[in-house]
Protein backbone atom coordinates (compact mmCIF):
# COMPACT_ATOMS: atom_id res chain seq x y z
CA UNK A 1 0.00 0.00 0.00
CA UNK A 2 1.00 3.36 -0.74
CA UNK A 3 2.05 6.25 1.75
CA UNK A 4 0.39 9.31 0.87
CA UNK A 5 1.13 12.45 2.25
CA UNK A 6 0.30 15.93 1.77
CA UNK A 7 3.62 16.04 -0.87
CA UNK A 8 2.98 12.90 -2.47
CA UNK A 9 3.18 13.57 -6.48
CA UNK A 10 0.56 10.54 -6.64
CA UNK A 11 -2.03 12.32 -4.57
CA UNK A 12 -1.53 15.52 -6.13
CA UNK A 13 -2.41 13.44 -9.56
CA UNK A 14 -5.37 11.88 -7.66
CA UNK A 15 -6.86 15.26 -6.83
CA UNK A 16 -6.28 16.79 -10.09
CA UNK A 17 -7.83 13.91 -12.16
CA UNK A 18 -11.01 14.18 -9.85
CA UNK A 19 -11.43 17.82 -9.98
CA UNK A 20 -11.01 18.45 -13.74
CA UNK A 21 -13.63 15.09 -13.77
CA UNK A 22 -15.88 16.74 -11.47
CA UNK A 23 -15.68 20.10 -13.50
CA UNK A 24 -16.47 18.20 -17.06
CA UNK A 25 -19.17 16.44 -15.22
CA UNK A 26 -20.98 19.76 -14.65
CA UNK A 27 -19.68 21.48 -17.83
CA UNK A 28 -17.32 24.11 -16.12
CA UNK A 29 -14.57 25.70 -17.62
CA UNK A 30 -11.71 26.51 -14.78
CA UNK A 31 -12.85 30.13 -14.57
CA UNK A 32 -16.34 28.91 -14.16
CA UNK A 33 -15.75 26.36 -11.03
CA UNK A 34 -13.33 29.35 -9.69
CA UNK A 35 -16.02 31.75 -9.89
CA UNK A 36 -18.38 29.37 -8.52
CA UNK A 37 -15.91 28.19 -5.86
CA UNK A 38 -14.29 31.15 -4.28
CA UNK A 39 -11.10 30.62 -5.79
CA UNK A 40 -8.51 32.01 -8.10
CA UNK A 41 -8.45 30.74 -11.92
CA UNK A 42 -4.28 30.50 -10.82
CA UNK A 43 -5.51 27.73 -8.34
CA UNK A 44 -7.42 26.07 -9.76
CA UNK A 45 -5.04 25.58 -12.88
CA UNK A 46 -2.76 24.86 -10.73
CA UNK A 47 -3.82 22.43 -8.30
CA UNK A 48 -4.92 20.47 -12.20
CA UNK A 49 -1.43 20.90 -13.45
CA UNK A 50 -0.07 19.44 -10.46
CA UNK A 51 1.61 22.11 -9.31
CA UNK A 52 0.17 23.09 -5.89
CA UNK A 53 -1.97 22.10 -3.25
CA UNK A 54 -4.77 23.36 -1.14
CA UNK A 55 -5.68 23.81 2.30
CA UNK A 56 -8.49 22.18 3.96
CA UNK A 57 -11.10 25.24 3.38
CA UNK A 58 -9.76 25.18 -0.29
CA UNK A 59 -10.95 21.13 -0.43
CA UNK A 60 -14.55 21.33 1.41
CA UNK A 61 -15.15 24.48 -1.43
CA UNK A 62 -13.95 22.48 -4.12
CA UNK A 63 -15.94 19.48 -3.15
CA UNK A 64 -18.90 21.04 -2.67
CA UNK A 65 -19.20 23.06 -5.73
CA UNK A 66 -18.56 19.92 -7.53
CA UNK A 67 -21.53 18.43 -5.19
CA UNK A 68 -19.21 15.46 -3.74
CA UNK A 69 -17.67 15.11 -0.74
CA UNK A 70 -14.18 15.80 0.18
CA UNK A 71 -12.77 12.36 0.49
CA UNK A 72 -14.10 11.68 -3.01
CA UNK A 73 -11.33 14.13 -4.29
CA UNK A 74 -9.20 12.18 -2.78
CA UNK A 75 -9.72 9.24 -3.36
CA UNK A 76 -8.17 7.23 -6.32
CA UNK A 77 -10.84 7.14 -9.70
CA UNK A 78 -12.38 3.83 -10.16
CA UNK A 79 -10.56 1.97 -13.28
CA UNK A 80 -12.61 2.46 -16.23
CA UNK A 81 -14.22 -0.96 -17.28
CA UNK A 82 -14.46 -1.71 -21.03
Do not use: H, Y
Not at 11 to 39: D, F, M, P, V, Y
Amino acid sequence: MEDFTIESPELRKILSANIKAGRKRLGLSQEKLAEWAGLSVQMINSVEGCRAWVGENTLISLAQTLGVEVFQLLTPPAEEKN
